[in-house]
């Protein structure tokens, strides 16, 4: 939860919901989407933030005619005849000013009333409603090393046991939850974590380890790491040096990234995972020469 005076209050001119397509890319797997934007930005200060580079560093923006893009939602669930997953967290962190705000409770009330579509929620709170779930509804955490939330969360966002702990917890009261682990960030080099390389891995699987002792599991698993395109290296700076290289796909990306994704999935084989914008040799590599890319799906589809 984060104080509402941190933020931007205006109306929304332009629609509320828009199509993602895709990547842009031939060679990286990403598929299309409906995005909501309920909301601009992120309340917190992530170092690796997308959205940071994406609004350039501005405050995050709450719009505030809430009326109109319900209307908007249900003429779009009205429209479409097969079902569609309605992403609340490509843009805005979906309960990163919940519970004050109190428009992830509106948007889920307005998705149990049908059951054709389904609203995707991310987030990197420590929160979740506290109301009767309905499948209709997703709830997908990011989560990270404690060694990546320390220096470069800058412990603004929830600690990682915390956001486990909501997961947790909203399993146990019967909501539908994914969990998305990205960027997995691997540095080993001493002087920028302050952490020895063997240490830094010990922290990465961490969260693996609390997943897999869960009595009840998340439905999806989605892992990713860096891949910043080149004029981002100056807005990352000493955050990229050493780690990345050119990805062949217009990225800077992490060259042996697909052995952290084959160990996961081999830590954890009762549950589904999928790759976020990853390049289709990267998706052999960790599913093999003759699967379909992202065969259980991803965080952002049915």
């Not at 890319?25 to 997308?50: E, I, K, Q, R, T």
């Not at 209709?136 to 090393?145: D, E, G, P, R, T």
């Amino acid at each position: 939860m984060t104080d509402l005076k941190t933020a931007i209050y205006r109306e929304r001119k332009s629609p509320f919901i828009h199509p993602f397509e895709g990547s842009g890319a031939d060679d990286v797997f990403c598929p299309s989407f409906w995005v909501l934007s309920a909301a601009n930005g992120c309340p917190f200060d992530c170092a690796y933030c997308y959205l940071k580079r994406t609004f350039r560093g501005e405050p995050p923006v709450l719009f505030t005619n809430t009326k109109k893009m319900i209307a908007e939602i249900e003429r779009w669930m009205a429209r479409h005849a097969e079902p569609q997953v309605l992403n609340a967290g490509e843009l805005y962190d979906s309960f990163g000013f919940e519970p004050l705000r109190k428009t992830a409770v509106e948007l889920v009330e307005l998705f149990r009333r049908q059951n054709k579509h389904f609203l995707l929620f991310l987030t990197k709170s420590a929160w979740y409603p506290q109301i009767e779930p309905t499948p209709q509804v997703i709830l997908s955490y990011s989560i990270n090393a404690f060694s990546v939330w320390r220096y470069l969360e800058h412990c603004k966002t929830p600690e990682p046991e915390n956001r486990l702990k909501a997961i947790n917890g909203a399993l146990k009261n019967g909501w539908r939850v994914r969990v998305r682990y990205d960027p997995i960030y691997f540095y080993t080099d001493i002087n920028f974590m302050r952490m020895p390389s063997d240490l830094i891995i010990i922290s990465i699987f961490q969260p693996i380890s609390y997943i897999y002792r869960m009595s009840q599991k998340p439905e999806r698993l989605t892992l990713g790491t860096f891949r910043f395109r080149p004029q981002d290296r100056k807005f990352a700076g000493a955050l990229l040096d050493g780690l990345v290289q050119d990805g062949g796909d217009g990225r800077l990306r992490v060259p042996n990234r697909a052995e952290i994704y084959k160990a996961i999935c081999d830590a954890l084989p009762n549950i589904p995972v999928g790759l976020c914008k990853e390049t289709l040799d990267v998706h052999k590599k960790v599913f093999g020469e003759d699967v379909q890319p992202n065969p259980h799906g991803c965080n952002c589809t049915l």
